[in-house]
């Protein structure tokens, strides 16, 4: 009997030592949960949604940037076509 009561009693103390270490585990994960949002907030990082949004809004920017490159190349080719004509003339 008394051999059973010693397993029973390391049985007992393995349990103990396996739910402290799933306690342990547990707390360790939500400290760094708390640690790695808390650094996050720090930081200041700007959400997937807005990146997009910004990138969008830098697109369209620049493809009317390239529209009106293209015609104020136009323009600029229109007043130079007289001009250089007039030059002819003399």
């Not at 051999?3 to 007992?12: I, T």
């Not at 708390?34 to 969008?56: G, H, P, T």
């Amino acid at each position: 009997m008394e051999r059973n009561k010693l397993w029973d009693d390391l049985a007992g103390v393995a349990g103990g030592a396996f739910s402290i270490a799933a306690g342990l585990r547990a707390e360790a994960e939500a400290m760094a949960r708390a640690q790695s949002e808390a650094m996050i907030q720090r930081l200041d990082l700007a959400k997937r949604e807005e990146v997009e949004a910004a990138m969008e809004v830098a697109r369209r920017a620049r493809e009317q940037a390239e529209a009106l490159e293209a015609r104020v190349a136009a323009l600029e080719a229109r007043l130079a076509g007289p001009a250089s004509g007039l030059g002819d003339v003399e």
